[in-house]
């Protein structure tokens, strides 16, 4: 069963239509958010649809529906799809109206759709750890804002992807900011450092949940930009999104990181992220397969 949610109606996914001149399909005017599931229950969903919320007041999108109805239609969503592991997808846009940059007029309504898709936990990645490229951060300066458009995180992901990397590590000139879609932490002399919440990066709801948990367990974190050299020399290399978890890098450009594996904060982090994960929505695997 395929069914997904257009404008608050659950229709199968082959009848479901966008107009061509909606201004998400013309523009990328809109915002978006991804929610994990595992055993059927989201995590961190109140966390995600706050950040939806506080997006669209930074893009003056009035949403259609209220977090709560949001959030009911979500698990209606993914009850119907039967899905157990996977993510939710969601995105509004400014609505259809005739092409023209300026917003359309306050009766045109915002479009909002959602779909669950499968997605297993990426064990492999989790365990063994991925490589990742450096590329020039060549976005706009309202990164912590989830946009619709992604050509600039699209453009570095390809990059990395044609480099045989996982991820693209961007940088500003000399600062690290985040991943092409994930946030990019490191660590040296056991403190973990990761980009400051700021306009540079999404301050993602994994990142938050990282820090968190570094908070409770007495792990040493500070939210303060880092250097690409010091991302070279640094102990441990990790990303953070709702997809990846904690995935360790172990390689960044051709250049081994630490002893070549998985650091033991990254592996703590990714047990401490486990467990929260299985409080809010179950048991899920808490040691990674080694
Ligand atoms: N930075 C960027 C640019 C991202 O796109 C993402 C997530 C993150 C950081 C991490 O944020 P979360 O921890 O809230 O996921 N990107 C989503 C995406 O596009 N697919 O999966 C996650």
């Not at 940059?101 to 479009?111: C, E, G, K, L, N």
């Not at 290399?237 to 172990?250: C, G, K, L, N, R």
């Not at 904060?265 to 899920?284: D, F, M, N, V």
Request: charged fraction near 20%; include cysteine.
């Amino acid at each position: 069963m395929n069914i997904v949610m257009v404008n608050g109606q659950f229709v199968e996914r082959n009848e479901a239509k966008v107009d061509i001149e909606d201004r998400g399909y013309q523009f990328g005017d809109g915002i978006y958010e991804v929610i994990r599931v595992y055993n059927g229950k989201m995590f961190a969903a109140s966390e995600h649809l706050e950040r939806l919320v506080e997006c669209a007041g930074k893009i003056k999108l009035t949403l259609p529906f209220s977090n709560t109805d949001i959030q009911t239609m979500l698990q209606t969503l993914i009850e119907k799809n039967a899905l157990t592991t996977g993510i939710v997808y969601l995105q509004s846009s400014r609505g259809v109206a005739v092409r023209n940059h300026a917003f359309p007029t306050t009766d045109t309504v915002a479009s909002f759709i959602a779909y669950t898709k499968e997605l297993p936990r990426p064990l492999h990645n989790i365990t063994n750890g991925v490589k990742a490229a450096l590329v020039e951060d060549e976005r706009w300066l309202k990164c912590d804002i989830k946009s619709l458009n992604l050509l600039g995180n699209i453009l570095a992901k390809q990059e990395a992807a044609e480099l045989g990397c996982f991820e693209a590590i961007l940088h500003r000139g000399e600062t690290v900011t985040e991943g092409s879609s994930s946030n990019i932490s490191i660590v040296k002399d056991g403190v973990v450092y990761t980009h400051q919440a700021d306009k540079y990066i999404l301050n993602g709801i994994t990142r938050q949940q990282m820090l968190a948990l570094c908070g409770v367990h007495s792990i040493a974190f500070e939210e303060k930009s880092f250097t690409v050299e010091e991302l070279l020399n640094a102990d441990e290399v990790f990303m953070t999104s709702t997809t990846a978890e904690v995935t360790p890098i172990i390689e960044i450009a051709g250049r081994k990181i630490g002893t070549g594996a998985p650091g033991s904060i990254s592996i703590k982090l990714q047990q401490l992220l486990a467990s929260e994960i299985a409080r809010q929505c179950g048991r899920i695997y808490l040691e990674i397969d080694r």
